[in-house]
């Protein structure tokens, strides 16, 4: 059985998640695998990505991985990663296209007309790093209130139920950056990317037991 299954459907770059996941869970055996049987046996799986919704939807499915990622989203710990934190919801704005439906809302596009408290036009996509204002979870732990996290996204998730938030972002105004429900975790940016605070975020994942 393997520890941690990192879930490859061909969108982005996994090397980085990867090599994340191997420095916090150390002794334990990571596998990036598109094999639907090897997901189901993990005991944790990771779900990260990015490109389009509407590619990734396509791929995931292509790969035959929809089954097995929405009994792995009720069975197991498991993270959502950027991507992976929008394929979770019922519909994205990006392409119009329908997602896994486990959490109840939709993706929605930045305005591209946004600007800051002096007036500046704010970029869409919302690339960099932001502070991260978080509530009472394990994966928290060890991590300083208002913590910087790297971003790369042009859409963001906008949950129906308020109690599946665990952390926002500004950028102007609040959006939802991490939710959470039962067994399941998932975050708008990049922990392997976010140096100290993504990789305790990471070691907290390896160790929770929910």
Known sequence: MVDIAIVDYGMGNLRSVEQAMRHVAEGLEVCVTDDAETI????????????????????????????????AAKEKPFLGICIGLQMLFEKSAEGNVEGLGILKGEVLRFDGSM??????????????????????HPLWDGITQDARFYYVHSYYVAPKDSFLVQATSDYPAPFACAVARDNLFAVQFHPEKSQAA??????NFVHWNP
């Open 115 to 136: 600007k800051d408290a002096h007036g500046n036009r704010l970029k869409v996509p919302h690339m960099g790093w932001n502070g991260v204002h978080h509530r009472e």
């Open 40 to 71: 189901a046996n993990s005991s944790r799986v990771v779900f990260p990505g990015q490109g389009a919704m509407p590619d990734c939807m396509r791929e995931m499915d292509a790969r035959g991985l929809r089954s097995v990622l929405l009994q």
């Open 198 to 203: 993504g990789l305790k975020l990471l070691q």
